[in-house]
């Protein structure tokens, strides 16, 4: 494990661009096993979860060219294995996104206990229930074990939660059942748009993505298809709150305007000063103001992924934040942390906070139990009196590109040690 050593005090300036989303590069990566062609992804975030999903297609029989790179090539001339490798699928939760497309090619999925962040508290009962109204069935045994023996068949379908990745796995599901599908209930995120781009492209039917309701038209063989990724509004909302808390100026480049408007409304209403020109989001000092309540939603709302980052944001500011976020129960617990760097927290329940600022913080040795909520202690030790350490920086770097580095370039006091 490696731990993050932070210098706090010095401001986050410069201008920092931003690459794909995770959340839309698994899937379109999974998406690649759909067919035998050739496939080429642009944009794709330099990660550690991107690296192993790329070794899980390399373990079922995929050409993978490009790891470590921002584009990647992936063929599947053959699906050697229904099982992939389980000590990768541990690793990783999109690797429950395996299962659709696996049924596809060879029939049968068996795939362990995915990991990832809270594992043991998400479960992936929607993208069952999807999977088995297409015609899979369970099969008895330990893991995720499906079988299709007469093939995937096209389903109307209405999903108990809009989950991104059940969505998805509908989607990957449905491209490969000929005959039109339809997928109600449909999560709208611009991730779960992408993946309806490049099935397009793939030569598959669909209408309504962005919308609750998606219709699918499976096709029996499915072409290459290139994609480039839309940037991550996750990690530039992360990097505007590190130059906001520190009461920097940054530019996030690579921006979407259409994908910021989340994360700009949430940020005006702590007053930070903040705009976007073209494909540049920019952040100015700002004296910051307490937002009253800030309140995660399904898209267009805000996201729960940037729930920890504005919670630390708003120790900084004037007055009192009710932060509650009614999707996840455990994001907020790993901030209680921050009690003991001086900050004003009250965690009401599982699901709400309560931040009163300012409050100058001291440095901590501090623990990042999730990717989101281990980017927001590091933007917490940023703007601390003093050294914090953030470990294991490992689990930030799941989600992050080249974090050390890009973190040096604005500015940061902060080394890597093993």
């Known amino acids: 494990m490696s731990t993050l050593v932070i210098e706090g005090g010095h401001r986050i300036e410069g201008r920092i661009d931003v690459e794909g989303n ?65 000590a990768l699928v541990g690793r990783l939760r999109g690797s429950v996104l395996l299962l659709g497309p696996l049924l596809a090619r060879r029939g049968r999925a068996f795939v362990a206990p995915p990991g990832g962040d809270f594992p043991a508290r998400r479960t992936i009962k929607t993208h069952l229930e999807a999977l088995i109204a297409m015609g899979a069935h369970i099969v008895p045994g330990p893991g995720h074990r499906l079988d299709a023996p007469t093939g995937l068949q096209p389903a109307s379908i209405y999903l108990d939660e ?39 492209a793939m030569g598959v039917g669909i209408t309504g993505e962005g919308t609750h309701t998606i219709r699918v038209e499976g096709v029996p063989i499915r072409s290459g298809a290139e994609k480039t990724l839309y940037g991550d509004y996750i990690e530039a909302g992360s990097w505007a709150v590190a130059g906001a808390i520190t009461g920097g100026h940054v530019e996030i480049g690579g921006t979407r305007p259409v994908d ?31 937002a009253g309540r800030i309140t995660t939603g399904l898209w267009p709302s805000f996201p729960s992924d940037l729930v920890s980052l504005v919670t630390v944001l708003a120790t900084q500011a004037d007055g009192a934040t009710l932060v509650h976020d009614w999707l996840y129960e455990l994001r907020l617990f790993a901030l209680e942390q921050m009690s003991g760097m001086g900050a004003d927290l009250f965690l009401c329940d599982p699901h709400r906070i309560i931040v009163t600022g300012p409050r100058k913080l001291r440095g901590k040795s501090l623990d990042s139990r999730d ?29 992050y590109s080249r974090l050390v580095e890009r973190l040096q370039a604005l500015g940061a006091s902060v080394a890597r040690v093993s």
Do not use: Y
């Open 371 to 399: 990717i989101r909520s281990g980017m927001a202690l590091i933007a917490a030790a940023l703007a601390a009196d003093g050294q914090s350490r953030v470990e294991p920086l490992e689990t930030v770097e799941r989600g």
């Open 22 to 86: 995770k959340n839309a590069a698994l899937p379109l990566m999974a998406a690649c096993l759909l067919t035998s062609e050739w496939c080429t992804l642009r944009n794709m975030p330099r990660i550690a979860d991107v690296e192993v999903m790329a070794r899980l297609l390399l373990d079922l029989g995929a050409e993978v060219e490009g790891i470590g790179s921002t584009t990647l090539r992936i063929r599947c001339m053959e699906v050697t294995k229904d099982e992939p490798d389980s």
């Open 162 to 200: 809009a989950s991104v990745t059940g969505t998805e796995t509908a989607l990957l599901a449905a491209a490969a059942a000929t005959g039109v599908s339809e997928i109600r209930h449909a999560a709208c995120e611009p991730h779960v748009v992408e993946l309806c781009e490049f099935l397009r």
């Open 260 to 290: 910021m408007e989340v994360v700009a409304s949430v940020l005006a209403k702590m007053h930070v000063a903040c705009s976007q020109d073209h494909d540049v989001f920019r952040v100015e000092a700002s004296r910051l103001v307490g």
